[in-house]
């Protein structure tokens, strides 16, 4: 018990990072009913935007906004320039469209930085917390709490403030939010900005406590689809529990390797996302209808 224990606290950074990654996935579509596949390169884009910045010796707390600033632009800009443009089509032309983004973004970060992973600036200081026989260095430990307090101060401002209400009420009816004196196409940008940049203060987070490439962030994304899959993309709350189950499946899957019976698949390379991949599929057996925006986007 002490073990499994152990690595659930050390999945603690996984929970908060998928937490941070699903609302602002849940965020967008609560207010533009799109599926944005292109969350990984918000992401991905946010974290070498810092990365950059802080190479030329930009203050570390300036260069971290600059790169959440990032996030938001490249959300402002993807739903500027594709998502809106293909709202006439319906909501898949839409998510096909991110995926173009997504490729895009990957493609140019890879020409302009390499493919090569890239040690970017620490967000926390040396040391260590220690769990019994485990520790958890505060580069990764330091995630968690952050990810939380972000993801706390988004659910607030969605959900209990004017401008959350307006955003939610253009996504379920545009011409009505219109009469209301409230401009859809505001409150859509709006959204897919503070998207963007939960993904991108994710992404700095995540490559803060390893490495950046372009292709581990903006493709291992997965997970938080996963996590929205299980809460439910209309409740910000499940997405917060489905990030947790998540990221306690994979970071569990080292204890598991250590039971006899089920160390032959859980010990072998690939473990975490085979398990990643059993939830997915019991999560769409189950609810798998809750990712389905397809009617109410095109009823706008």
Do not use: C
Not at 93 to 113: E, K, N
């Amino acid at each position: 018990m002490s073990t499994v224990l152990l690595y659930a606290l050390l999945s603690l950074p996984l929970v908060g990072a998928y937490a941070l990654l699903g609302l602002g996935i849940t965020v967008i579509y609560q207010a533009s009913r799109v599926l944005n596949l292109a969350h990984g390169a918000m992401a991905m884009v946010g974290a070498y935007v810092t990365y950059e910045a802080y190479q030329v010796r930009i203050f570390l707390p300036i260069a971290v906004l600059l790169g959440v600033s990032g996030g938001g632009l490249l959300g402002f800009l993807l739903e500027r320039f594709f998502v809106r443009r293909l709202r006439g089509s319906g909501a898949t032309a839409q998510t096909v469209g991110t995926v173009a983004v997504l490729t895009l973004a990957v493609a140019v970060v890879s020409r302009m930085f390499g493919s090569l992973p890239v040690v970017p600036p620490r967000l926390f200081p040396d040391g260590a917390i220690r769990f019994g026989k485990g520790f958890e260095p505060y580069i990764q430990f330091g995630v968690f709490p952050v990810a939380i307090l972000l993801a706390g101060v988004v659910f607030v401002i969605f959900r209990f403030t004017d401008i959350g209400l307006a955003m939610r009420g253009a996504a379920l009816n545009r011409n009505g939010a219109a009469l209301r004196g409230i401009n859809p196409d505001f409150t859509a940008s709006l959204a897919w900005v503070i998207g963007g940049a939960l993904a991108a203060a994710a992404g700095i987070l995540l490559a803060g406590a390893s490495e950046l490439d372009p292709y581990t962030i903006s493709l291992g994304v997965l997970p938080a689809f996963v996590a929205a899959l299980i809460g439910g993309l209309e409740s910000m709350p499940g997405v917060v529990v489905g990030a947790a189950v998540i990221g306690l499946v994979q970071g569990l899957v080292p204890a598991l390797s250590l039971i006899g019976p089920l160390s032959g698949v859980f010990g072998a390379q690939g473990a975490p996302a085979l398990a990643l991949g059993l939830v997915a599929f019991v999560a769409m057996a189950v609810r798998g209808g809750r990712l389905s925006g397809a009617a109410p986007a095109e009823a706008l």
